[in-house]
């Protein structure tokens, strides 16, 4: 019998909370399928269970986090998650030595269930905004100039 919608985003619930904010790697064979993959948007991709949990690792275990999920949307085989991410700097994360900052990113995450376990993962976090406040990235000039909008343009 498939699982129900609301079975399905207590699933991807408890892998967020559990596996990826909560680091329990002991937890992952209950959660993800032999041939899982994730397609992470903004820091590449993996396939199998421990190269997908560490992608989602590469960019929250170098911090210790919170993770708050926001609002959730389940179907018969997709659950997709919008959350926030708060934590503060304490390893390195791509090349960037850690800071010690705190932050706070938006989240997406995007599950595909087969037979109760997230077989797909696509994930969206807000690289750029991690970046500009771990300093690896400059905000922008506060006195530039906005574009003018489309319809004003002669």
């Known amino acids: 019998m498939a699982a129900t919608p609301q079975e399905n985003a207590a699933l991807v619930r408890r892998f967020l909370t559990d596996v990826i904010?909560?680091?329990?790697?002991?937890?992952?064979?209950g959660f993800l399928t032999g041939d899982v993959t994730d397609s992470n948007l903004v820091f590449g991709g993996a396939s199998g269970p421990e190269p997908v949990t560490a992608l989602g690792w590469r960019v929250l275990a170098a911090a210790d986090i919170d993770l708050v999920v926001e609002d959730t949307v389940a179907t018969d085989d997709?659950?997709?998650?919008?959350?926030?991410v708060t934590g503060r700097h304490r390893e390195s994360l791509m090349d960037l030595a850690p800071t010690g900052r705190s932050f706070e990113i938006a989240y997406a995450w995007f599950f595909r269930i087969e037979d109760g376990r997230i077989a797909e993962i696509q994930s969206l976090p807000d690289g750029l905004g991690?970046?500009?406040?771990?300093?690896?990235?400059p905000d922008p000039?506060?006195?530039?100039?906005?574009?003018?909008?489309?319809?004003?343009l002669e």
């Open 21 to 29: 904010a909560g680091g329990d790697t002991d937890a992952v064979d």
């Open 78 to 84: 997709q659950v997709a998650v919008r959350a926030t």
């Open 130 to 137: 991690l970046m500009r406040q771990l300093g690896a990235v």
């Open 141 to 152: 000039p506060a006195n530039r100039p906005l574009p003018a909008p489309i319809d004003q």
